[in-house]
């Protein structure tokens, strides 16, 4: 037998399709499923990539043995190539079809359904396989992005710790956090501040614009902060896995649904709404608004405050 092939939480194993949850993936008993596993998913964003990583690696920890192999496009596949748990990562030429570029042979996509709360596709993923949720973290192998990380070490190795960093924008833009740019200015008088953003450079000369060049020189960037302060996007899944210390900014999207490990290393924030309703995941405020009024409503000084804190904690 080829293997099986899981496409967006479908198992395939030839022809053969059975079960079926009400989410809409179709369940089958992890513990049998053949090896080689061969993964592809359709991905959004770098954080699909990273939750996908932690139904790898509860799959890898039930059955040992089992072979896992991820298709997926660049950039994502470079997540994938960072993790132990994974034995094989493919480049594939396009997510519509999702052909592998060895392999003449094409895999259909199937679109889950579900919609929310986006949080739980970690969950939702072990369910897939039949797996129970372990709750386990994904993992990276910093050993495989080495050169990256000696080059960072090198380029702010003359800046004093703690280093912080700051990511100015989202995959989408309407979960930026309007004041990053302020907060990143107020921080530099105090600690060694890097805006992390490809596409910006800081006029404020004590604030210093960092440009990783590759999604594994991301990773490796981030491991060597003391602290992360990010909105709702794929940096915060990566800091989380590497347990660095982080601070999430969320604003119409609930933070608490995205609470789904017992060891998070992250503080979430919750924006408050202008309206005084719960979060209501961008739906009350898309039509009038090209930006989330509660993220808006996160102050920089109140994040000052609670990186002043996570610093002391870590210096303790």
């Known amino acids: ?20 949850l009400d989410l809409g993936f179709r369940i089958y008993d992890a513990l049998n499923l053949p090896s080689p596993l061969v993964i592809a998913r359709r991905m959004k964003g770098i954080g699909d990539m990273v939750s996908l990583l932690s139904a790898i690696r509860t799959l890898k920890t039930l059955r040992p043995e089992a072979k896992v192999i ?12 960072l993790s132990p748990d ?41 369910y897939a396989m039949g797996l129970p949720w372990l709750k386990l973290k994904p993992r990276f192998d910093l050993r495989r992005c080495a050169q990256e990380l000696y080059a960072w ?18 995959a989408e833009r309407w979960k930026d956090w309007p004041h990053a740019l302020k907060f990143a200015k107020l921080s530099s008088k105090r600690w060694s501040t890097f805006l992390i953003d490809a ?7 004590r604030v210093v614009s960092l ?30 896995a590497l347990n660095v210390p982080t601070i999430a900014l969320f604003g119409s999207m609930d933070a608490s649904v995205r609470r789904i490990y017992d060891d998070s290393s992250v503080l979430y924030v919750q924006g408050p709404c202008k309206f005084g309703r719960e979060p209501c995941w961008y739906e009350l405020c898309r039509p009038k608004y090209a930006f989330q009024p509660c993220m808006e409503a996160i102050k920089p000084k109140h994040v000052l405050e609670l990186v002043s804190k996570l610093i002391a904690e870590e210096e303790a």
């Open 1 to 20: 037998m080829r293997g099986a092939i899981i496409v967006n939480g479908v198992v395939k194993v030839g022809s053969l399709e059975r079960g079926k």
């Open 70 to 81: 991820v298709w997926s496009k660049q950039p994502y596949v470079q997540i994938a190539q």
């Open 86 to 126: 994974v034995d094989e990562a493919v480049t594939v030429q396009r997510e519509g079809s999702l052909i592998p570029l060895d392999d003449p042979c094409p895999c259909g996509v199937y679109e889950s359904q579900v919609q929310r709360p986006l949080y739980a596709r970690p969950i939702i993923f072990c």
């Open 153 to 170: 070490r090198e380029q702010l190795r003359n800046y004093p710790r703690p280093w912080i960093g700051v990511i100015l924008r989202s």
């Open 199 to 205: 596409r910006f450079r800081c006029k404020e000369q």
């Open 211 to 240: 440009n990783p060049p590759s999604v594994k020189s991301l990773v490796a960037l981030i491991a060597l902060l003391d602290v992360l302060v990010t909105p709702d996007t794929g940096p915060l899944h990566i800091a989380e």
